[in-house]
């Protein structure tokens, strides 16, 4: 069950429930005051009687109007978020489209200019549509937090040789054979924000990965050779757009690779390391 519906269901038994206490003293002050005037046969008695008639039904009545009011506001603001959402994934998938064509096109020119001048300024080019690119499905993934995730078995180390093609100039050793079970996307993102903390932020020039199956979890070390993590790294994982430093980037990146990891199961972690930065992910071991 997602936020908005839990939100909208909980109004809606607030809205029963204090209607229904409110019907109910309605309904036995009203009995009280009938056995008073019953009784005592004065005029004080059917006075009550009216007060406590008037004063029950615009007390419900308010809850309704209040409760009715509250349920629409939830309703708009879901119907809200979903048109916000609709048209930014939209945006996103057009964009990185534009950017996929303009990273190929990019790409192309290397090639052709292969030891000229030129080249240093293409490949800043292409590392800065890949950045882009990145950002870009973080920002989906920060917007969508209840988008669905597939359980499925997936080879992490392919999936890290493919995000390293993203840093050529990065050296990424991986070891092969490490699969688990989670969603192929998702994974792939957390892996490319990884290597590029790593080239970007950390300066590094080198980043193994590596990893070992313990009590049915892949535990997976990303580790590199940089500068180390700045002070304060660690509470970048659980709040977002927090920058530990002038050279952080949007401070999402971590919090949204802790944040999919939890949701596949598993969690993100920082390892203690005599330099750079080691980063372990957990997963649950793939089935077979």
Same mark, same amino acid.
């Given at each position: #069950?997602?936020?908005?519906?839990?939100?909208?269901?909980?109004?809606?038994?607030?809205?029963?429930?204090?209607?229904?206490?409110?019907?109910?003293?309605?309904?036995?002050? /009203?009995?009280?005051?009938?056995?008073?005037?019953?009784?005592?046969?004065?005029?004080?008695?059917?006075?009550?009687?009216? #007060?406590?008639?008037?004063?029950?039904?615009?007390?419900?009545?308010?809850?309704?109007?209040?409760?009715?009011?509250?349920?629409?506001?939830?309703?708009?603001?879901?119907?809200?978020?979903?048109?916000?959402?609709?048209?930014?994934?939209?945006? !996103?998938?057009?964009?990185?489209?534009?950017?996929?064509?303009?990273?190929?096109?990019?790409?192309?020119?290397?090639?052709?200019?292969?030891?000229?001048?030129?080249?240093?300024?293409?490949?800043?080019?292409?590392?800065?549509?890949?950045?882009?690119?990145?950002? /870009?499905?973080?920002?989906?993934?920060?917007?969508?937090? &209840?988008?669905?995730?597939?359980?499925?078995?997936?080879?992490?180390?392919?999936?890290?040789?493919?995000?390293?093609?993203?840093?050529?100039?990065?050296?990424?050793?991986?070891?092969?054979?490490?699969?688990? !079970?989670?969603?192929?996307?998702?994974?792939?993102?957390?892996?490319?924000?990884?290597?590029?903390?790593?080239?970007?932020?950390?300066?590094?020039?080198?980043?193994?990965?590596?990893?070992?199956?313990?009590?049915?979890?892949?535990?997976?070390?990303?580790?590199?050779?940089?500068?180390?993590?700045?002070?304060? #790294?660690?509470?970048?994982?659980?709040?977002?757009?927090?920058?530990?430093?002038? !050279?952080? &980037?949007?401070?999402?990146?971590?919090?949204?690779?802790?944040?999919?990891?939890?949701?596949?199961?598993?969690?993100?972690?920082?390892?203690?390391?005599?330099? &750079?930065?080691?980063?372990?992910?957990?997963?649950?071991?793939?089935?077979?």
């Amino acid at each position: #069950m997602s936020r908005d519906t839990l939100r909208y269901t909980l109004a809606v038994l607030w809205l029963v429930v204090t209607v229904s206490l409110a019907a109910w003293w309605l309904a036995f002050g /009203l009995s009280q005051a009938r056995e008073l005037a019953h009784d005592a046969g004065n005029a004080r008695a059917a006075q009550v009687q009216r #007060m406590l008639l008037w004063e029950g039904i615009v007390f419900i009545a308010l809850l309704m109007t209040g409760g009715t009011a509250l349920l629409y506001a939830i309703r708009r603001e879901r119907e809200r978020r979903k048109q916000v959402q609709d048209f930014f994934t939209a945006f !996103t998938h057009d964009l990185k489209t534009s950017l996929a064509s303009v990273r190929l096109q990019a790409e192309g020119l290397q090639e052709d200019l292969d030891g000229h001048a030129p080249r240093q300024s293409l490949d800043r080019l292409t590392s800065d549509t890949v950045r882009l690119e990145l950002q /870009l499905d973080n920002a989906l993934h920060f917007a969508e937090p &209840g988008a669905r995730l597939q359980a499925e078995r997936v080879d992490i180390s392919a999936l890290a040789e493919r995000a390293a093609l993203d840093w050529p100039g990065l050296d990424v050793s991986v070891q092969p054979g490490l699969v688990g !079970t989670g969603d192929e996307r998702a994974l792939l993102g957390i892996l490319r924000n990884l290597l590029q903390n790593a080239a970007v932020h950390g300066h590094a020039s080198k980043v193994v990965v590596t990893g070992d199956v313990r009590h049915g979890r892949l535990m997976v070390r990303v580790a590199d050779d940089g500068v180390g993590a700045p002070d304060g #790294m660690q509470r970048t994982l659980t709040v977002p757009f927090e920058r530990v430093s002038p !050279t952080s &980037g949007t401070g999402v990146g971590l919090y949204i690779a802790q944040r999919l990891l939890t949701r596949m199961g598993g969690r993100l972690t920082l390892a203690p390391a005599p330099s &750079g930065v080691s980063i372990v992910i957990e997963l649950r071991e793939a089935v077979s």
